[in-house]
């Protein structure tokens, strides 16, 4: 029999939610706007627009989105069917057995956990790379960004039922899990100058990469997503700084309005000066860059593309210049810059309020923990004999 072939409804329809993806492409960036176009639903594309214009955040905007194209290929794999909405107590409990599960009575006991046919089947698509469950902390962002796009279409939903937080708790106690930071090791100075050691020549992709490194530490270990995003109208000519021993020093301002951890309506502003903003001077001549997008992509041929680079490419190229450094890339991430830029403020006695104001982190938990433990590995209660 010959294969089916999609119907012209189907693929009109599939055609129609593509280009209304591209529509909110410069918002919303997406690598796989075909595939989300296959599995998303019209529905979900109006959400995902509504939502553009009631001015969410980019990397809000990125979240949800990731998350809604996981739910509703995990529903099609489990189910048979797109996400129902709203979704029944069931479905949701369905979802917490299938992500938090025992591995140890998975070995003894195949049908617990996520079916074997519903794993291999996000597998070939992508949506599923490690072994084991998820971790508690991936399942109840998913949940909750379920929670909110249910909120926005204006349904009731079950998430806040005794049932399902029951079910999250035991699941969690039943399988202890180390917390791992996003990034296993800090890129401090030293690892960072080996990175930059990597990034000697004149050629683009090595003026771009040295760029963004020392952009990204130096500015208080920018995200990813802020590196990648950075336009160059951010970026303003501060007055150089004075010196007792040298030539004045260039400064640079750059202006992030608003952030992850920011309000809205508050423009956040960090700092470059000296060496960071004669590289990123460099590479802004190199690419003739005039406008728009800093980092952009740079082909084999070494063409620099008008495309922003995406957020995971900071990542990827952090872990390459790791791994031609010597290092082990798989214990490096983007985010080691952001932590590498706290454990170097406290290896060199900066006061933590100070590198928060570089940082911009506004917990000072979350950053003291950084500060803290490179203050307590060589401190006084750590050498005690």
């Known amino acids: 029999m010959e294969p089916l072939l999609p119907s012209s409804s189907h693929k009109s329809s599939v055609e129609r939610r ?4 591209d529509t909110i492409a410069s918002v919303l960036p997406m690598e796989r706007r075909d595939e989300l176009a296959e599995l998303l639903t019209d529905q979900d594309v109006e959400t995902l627009k509504h939502l553009v214009n009631q001015g969410m955040g980019d990397n809000t905007l990125r979240a949800l989105t990731s998350d809604l194209a996981y739910l509703e290929a995990w529903a099609l794999a489990a189910t048979g069917q797109s996400l129902p909405w709203p979704a029944p107590e069931a479905l949701l409990l369905k979802f917490v057995t299938h992500h938090l599960w025992d591995p140890e009575k998975r070995s003894a006991d195949p049908d617990h956990g996520m079916p074997v046919d519903v794993d291999d089947n996000l597998r070939r698509q992508g949506f599923l790379k490690s072994a084991g469950p998820h971790a508690p902390d991936t399942v109840r962002r998913r949940l909750a960004s379920w929670s909110t796009l249910t909120k926005w279409r204006g349904l009731p939903g079950a998430f806040a039922s005794p049932a399902l937080k029951s079910a999250i708790r035991l699941a969690v106690r039943a399988v202890p899990r180390q917390r791992r930071r996003k990034s296993a090791k ?6 960072l100058a080996k990175m930059l050691a990597t990034c000697a020549t004149e050629s683009l992709r090595d003026l771009r990469d040295r760029a963004i490194l020392m952009v990204a530490f130096a500015s208080g270990g920018r995200r990813r997503s802020e590196i990648a995003g950075m336009r160059l109208e951010q970026i303003t000519v501060e007055p150089p700084i004075e010196t007792e021993d040298g030539p004045p020093l260039p400064s640079r ?4 309005g608003r952030t992850k951890t920011s309000g809205a309506d508050h423009d956040e502003v960090v700092y470059l000066t000296g060496r960071p903003v004669e590289v990123l001077d460099a590479w802004i001549e190199a690419a003739r860059i005039e406008s728009g997008s800093v980092f952009r992509k740079v082909d084999r041929w070494g063409n620099v593309s008008k495309r922003a680079l995406e957020p995971g490419a ?4 952090v872990k390459q210049r790791a791994e031609m450094a010597g290092l082990e890339p798989g214990e490096f991430s983007a985010h080691g810059l952001r932590s590498g830029y706290l454990t ?12 928060m104001e570089q940082s911009r982190h506004r917990s000072v938990q979350q950053a003291s923990s950084y500060y803290n433990n490179a203050i307590r590995r060589s401190g006084r209660a750590a050498r005690m004999l």
């Open 18 to 21: 593509a280009e209304e993806l």
């Open 186 to 191: 800090a890129v401090t100075s030293d690892v």
């Open 253 to 256: 301002a750059i202006h992030l």
């Open 314 to 317: 900071v990542n990827a190229i």
């Open 344 to 355: 170097e403020a406290a290896n060199r006695g900066i006061p933590l309020p100070e590198a």
